[in-house]
């Protein structure tokens, strides 16, 4: 594998009412994807809490993920708008930090969409692979 | 009240009435040609003479004009009558030989010949004046009018000449008796085309609804048109429905409304769309009248459409060969991949009424015959037994022929063959498909589609009439394509579950609901702007906000946003959470 073995650790928050559905779909419906992401279920991606994201990169993620319903179509209305937001003020965040604003995704996720749920996580994984381990993972000697 | 006698019979009239009006409520004919209910009486046509004997003014005169009076005695077929009447019909049969109504009238007064010979024996107008009061006391156009005297009159536009003062509404060819007047298809004066649709501007647009009710073009009507024309100037035009109506029923004045209900549970049925299959153009559609969709062809097969129910090509002749093509849009990655399921079974209905009505040949191609309904495989059996040639086999390509034929070409999978068959008429079954402004449906209901386009119910299996938005069901093919038997059945599943969530008269809410720590909660209120429900309030009194739990759907947007970490999603709290997230890297990868 390239990246000398490196296999990434990838965190997402998956909405209950759109990605999680298209995820469990997808796994159903024997989509292949690769088995670095490891789903938080939440009602909407409203709840994630930026918290969330940064105990995720402190404690050794590669990556982290937050993917629900496309924008309009939110089953709370507007909680993924809130996300977006909140994404979108974290990520100068990360960068000034040193992770890296391309560590953390936003993806808009049907449940209808299954096939681009299982795209999304590889490109997504392949993306963390090509950028190599968190700063914060080397510096624990995790690997 | 008067009293009068017409041909010794006593008859009772009201004040105001014409002899002609009185003598016809009572069986009495009087011929006439300029006469019109819906007109004003207007005497140029001097057919409906009759003989005053006593009261009034005595001797001959137009029944039409002729007001009743008190004791007014008339005789409507006396030996003057019917000489006068001779005598007019010799000079109208003179001047439109060729005209059936009036050989036929007066061959009722027995000339069988006319009397004077003429130059212009195709001559149709009688000069009775039908258009010309149409076009000014009905539509309010005033393009019509009479020109010249004598034998020279006529009737046309001012100076004969085109005028854009017509409307183009038809109405005098509607009036006129002798059939004398054509509207000629010119671009300009061609209102809407409107193929295969309604025929006038007020219609039923359903024969079996109930209350049966027409309704009014406005697009067609000539008062509607006359009133956007003139911007309200002539907005009292025509209004012959109004007139003619005995109800009473007809309203010009009605508008749409936005009528606001509070309810309880709402029932989706929004229902399909037709895929206009011109997107694919191997089927050509669009390019030849002669290739209509199963739509159209049920509208043409329709005993109030346009041929009265008979199934004509666009020639307006009986089809000898007729081809029926399966699955256009359907089952297919070019357009949907799903099956529509309905067309299978209208398609053998179709071809079975055109086995009935023309006695045409019949060819379906189809790829499966998908007969799976209660008695549907029975009846594609006797379809087959009626003489209907199968092919099995997409119908992949529609040609229009020079001479205007249509061949279809398809792969018989039976023979392993290309198969071509050269028809009169093509018929698409083609897909129906989520409406085009579904999403903004979706959008009002926070209902999710499923990738086909149809709204997605909350469970495929065991909750097929829900949705994820508690309270919204879907009924009918708003979920999926479906046939009616099974539509009624969906439909009447929603009805139930909309009666027992009624019923019940309270609703269960789910216990994953946001909680405040009033102790925490420093009243900051950025919670307040976020709540979609607006289920958290602000407490004045104790300067806190609190949830109110029956609103919270528990999104947990508050509970990401609040600074003082004072708000907890119940089963989704910050401790859950970040304990699975550490729990994820306990283990190494």
């Known amino acids: 594998m390239s990246n000398n073995g490196f296999e990434p650790r990838i965190v997402a928050f998956m909405c209950n009412w759109c990605t999680y559905s298209a995820a469990d779909t997808a796994g159903v419906s024997r989509m292949q994807q690769p088995p670095n992401v490891d789903i938080v279920r939440v009602m909407c991606t409203g709840r994630v809490d930026p918290a969330f994201i940064l105990k995720a990169l402190a404690l050794g993620a590669d990556g982290v993920l937050v993917s629900g319903c496309h924008p309009g179509q939110c089953h709370y209305q507007k909680g993924n708008l809130n996300a977006r937001r909140r994404v979108m003020a974290l990520k100068p965040f990360l960068e000034a930090v040193g992770i890296g604003q391309d560590r953390l995704r936003l993806e808009w996720v049907a449940a209808s969409e299954a096939p681009k749920e299982a795209e999304v996580v590889a490109e997504f994984t392949e993306t963390i692979r090509q950028l190599g381990p968190s700063p914060f993972r080397r510096r624990q000697g995790d690997d | 009240m008067a009293t009068l006698i017409i041909d010794g019979q006593e008859v009772h009239a009201e004040e105001g009435q014409t002899i002609l009006e009185v003598a016809r409520e009572n069986g009495i004919e009087i011929p006439t040609l300029c006469y019109h209910p819906l007109l004003e009486p207007y005497g140029a046509c001097r057919l409906c003479v009759v003989e005053i004997v006593a009261g009034g003014r005595p001797g001959l005169q137009t029944s039409c004009t002729y007001p009743i009076e008190e004791g007014l005695e008339v005789l409507t077929r006396s030996p003057s009558v019917v000489e006068a009447r001779r005598v007019i019909l010799g000079l109208l049969l003179s001047r439109t030989p060729n005209v059936e109504l009036i050989q036929d009238l007066a061959r009722e007064y027995g000339i069988t010949e006319p009397p004077f010979p003429t130059d212009t024996p195709d001559e149709r107008c009688v000069l009775c004046g039908h258009c010309v009061r149409t076009c000014a006391e009905l539509v309010k156009a005033h393009v ?215 006695g045409a040949e019949v060819y379906e191609f189809y790829m499966d015959m998908r007969s799976f309904g209660k008695a549907y495989e029975e009846f594609y059996e006797r379809i087959q037994e009626e003489d209907v040639t199968f092919v099995r086999g997409r119908g992949a390509e529609v040609e229009v022929l020079p001479d ?147 609103l919270c759907k528990g999104c947990g947007t508050c509970v990401a946003s609040c600074p003082a970490g004072a708000i907890t999603a119940r089963h989704f709290t910050d401790r859950q959470i970040l304990a699975q997230i550490e729990g994820l890297f306990r283990v190494p990868a």
């Open chain 2, 404 to 550: 205007g034929k249509l061949r279809v070409t398809g792969e018989d999978a039976d023979l392993g063959q290309v198969v071509h068959a050269d028809v009169d008429m093509v018929v698409l079954s083609t897909a129906i498909e989520a409406p085009h402004d579904a999403d903004r449906v979706a959008s009002l209901f926070g209902l999710s589609r499923s990738e086909d386009g149809f709204f997605a119910e909350a469970h495929p299996k065991m909750r097929p009439v829900e949705t994820n938005t508690d309270g919204v069901l879907l009924a009918g093919t708003v979920q999926g394509p479906r046939d009616v038997p099974d539509t009624v059945a969906h439909a009447g599943a929603a009805a139930s579950m909309a009666l027992a969530l009624l019923d019940k008269g309270e609703v269960t809410i789910s216990p994953q609901v946001a909680v405040v720590d009033e102790k925490l909660c420093s009243a900051c209120k950025t919670c307040l702007s976020l709540c979609p429900y607006t289920a958290i309030s602000f407490i004045e009194e104790e300067n806190v906000v609190r949830v109110n739990e029956a």
């Open chain 2, 144 to 358: 019509l009018n009479f020109s010249e005297r004598g034998i020279e009159r006529r009737v046309g536009p001012p100076f004969l000449e085109k005028t854009r003062q017509c409307i183009g509404c038809g109405a005098c060819t509607i009036m006129c008796p002798t059939g004398a007047i054509e509207i000629v298809m010119e671009r300009d004066a061609v209102y809407k085309e409107k193929p295969l649709g309604p025929t006038s501007a007020i219609w039923v647009p359903s024969m079996q609804a109930v209350p049966r009710v027409p309704v009014i073009d406005t697009d067609a009507c000539i008062r509607f048109r006359q009133d956007d024309r003139t911007e309200g100037e002539i907005a009292d035009a025509c209004g012959a429905c109004q007139m003619l109506c005995e109800a009473d029923a007809i309203n010009f004045d009605q508008e749409d409304e936005i009528i606001e209900l509070e309810v309880g549970t709402i029932v989706v049925a929004t229902g399909f769309e037709m895929w206009d299959p011109a997107q694919l153009s191997q089927y050509s559609y669009g390019k030849s009248p002669n290739i209509i969709t199963g739509m159209e062809f049920e509208r043409l097969s329709n005993a109030g459409g346009v041929t009265g129910g008979e199934i004509l090509t666009a020639e307006g002749k009986k089809p000898e060969r007729v081809a029926i093509i399966h699955c256009v849009g359907s089952r297919d990655h070019n357009a949907h991949p799903y099956c529509s399921r309905i067309c299978c079974m209208y398609s053998l209905k179709q071809a079975h009424l055109v086995r009935d009505k023309t």
